[in-house]
């Protein structure tokens, strides 16, 4: 996660939040020192406030994927291939990065996935 051009009046360790405190309304502490009013943030500046942290991280990435594929043998030179593939099996989403705007209204929130739900794909292939 990156932050952009920020004005931040506090301390850097308060920003991250322990993995129970994290929740998609609050991924990190947004009240930490962060100045929200966009009448007072500076166009051009020399940039003091880290990029990134080390303590702040995006959410994990899990998504299982199967297939099962069945070939039958229609004569001696000709056979036909079944498969079916399901991706996300299980359905988990993956949230996508916070808002890391301070100015927005959702600074400090996951809005929205990273993941595709579960799909499944079929497919038969004549082999000859």
């Known amino acids: 996660m990156g932050f952009g051009n920020v004005i931040?009046?506090?301390?850097?360790?308060d920003i991250p939040l322990d993995k129970g405190e994290r929740s998609v309304n609050q991924w990190f502490n947004v009240n930490a020192g962060f100045n929200r009013y966009a009448a007072q943030q500076l166009q051009f500046n020399l940039?003091?406030?880290p990029l990134q942290f080390s303590g702040i991280r995006g959410d994990g990435r899990a998504s299982w994927d199967f297939s099962a594929i069945k070939n039958f043998a229609i004569r001696e030179a000709v056979g036909l291939q079944f498969r079916a593939e399901c991706y996300n099996s299980f359905n988990h989403p993956?949230?996508?990065?916070?808002?890391?705007?301070?100015?927005?209204s959702a600074f400090g929130t996951i809005t929205g996935t990273a993941s595709e739900p579960r799909n499944w794909q079929f497919s038969l292939k004549l082999k000859f």
């Open 94 to 104: 993956n949230f996508s990065g916070p808002n890391t705007d301070p100015t927005s």
């Open 47 to 49: 940039r003091t406030f």
């Open 8 to 13: 931040f009046n506090g301390d850097l360790k």
